[in-house]
T-cell receptor, first 115, second 106 residues
Framework: SAVISQKPSRDICQRGTSLTIQCQVD?????MFWYRQQPGQSLTLIAT?????????ESGFVIDKFPISRPNLTFSTLTVSNMSPEDSSIYLC????????????FGPGTRLTVT | GQNIDQPTEMTATEGAIVQINCTYQ??????LFWYQQHAGEAPTFLSY????GLEEKGRFSSFLSRSKGYSYLLLKELQMKDSASYLC???????FGAGTRLTVKP
């Protein structure tokens, strides 16, 4: 298994500003992902964070709004840019297991409120 | 999300057994996973099936039949803390479905 930490755990931000969320893993992992989850809703995949290359975004998510960095195999950041109240959500990073089954382990999440 | 069908909500009584079914319409996956997610918390990995059959892990068991496109999660001796959402997930796609919200009542 992997131990994942996220910073910040929560934040309240003003409309139009940006927030960068950090995700740190205690071991090297190939695959890292960013999700968001609004209260009572299912997880929505934002993007796959690729080490050494641009992130792969899901439909409906673009790099200008959600730039992602992945400088090495243990760390990634997600920036939520030019925020609006609709961006209020929990943002989670996850990693896929190092075995052949690729079970996922999730960070504790970042609770973002945009006012 | 993934092409997976699970009941949206289930209710069961403390101490009872509950079976959460999952059917899917895809192939070529390596493993089928079950995750548990308590309200306000991140999902946690519960179990996986690679081969057909039953995998038992304490009070939790998971079953897979690839030929039938079917899996279930069995929870025995239900406890109040088992109230959570349970997500059935295939590892050929990192998207998730809505899962099943289980409520355990006294």
């Amino acid at each position: 298994s992997a131990v994942i930490s996220q910073k910040p755990s929560r934040d309240i931000c003003q409309r139009g500003t940006s927030l960068t969320i950090q995700c740190q893993v205690d071991s090297q992992v190939t695959m890292m992902f960013w999700y968001r989850q609004q209260p009572g809703q299912s997880l929505t995949l934002i993007a796959t964070a690729n080490q050494g290359s641009e992130a792969t975004y899901e439909s409906g998510f673009v790099i200008d709004k959600f730039p992602i960095s992945r400088p090495n195999l243990t760390f990634s950041t997600l920036t939520v840019s030019n925020m609006s109240p609709e961006d209020s959500s929990i943002y989670l990073c996850s990693v896929a297991g190092t075995g052949t089954t690729y079970e996922q382990y999730f960070g504790p999440g970042t609770r973002l409120t945009v006012t | 999300g993934q092409n997976i069908d699970q009941p949206t909500e289930m209710t069961a009584t403390e101490g009872a057994i509950v079976q959460i079914n999952c059917t899917y319409q895809t192939s070529g996956f390596n493993g089928l996973f079950w995750y548990q997610q308590h309200a306000g918390e991140a999902p946690t990995f519960l179990s996986y099936n690679v081969l057909d059959g039953l995998e038992e892990k304490g009070r939790f068991s998971s079953f897979l039949s690839r030929s039938k496109g079917y899996s279930y999660l069995l929870l025995k001796e239900l406890q109040m803390k088992d109230s959570a959402s349970y997500l059935c997930h295939l590892n050929n796609d990192m998207r998730f479905g809505a899962g099943t919200r289980l409520t355990v009542k006294p």
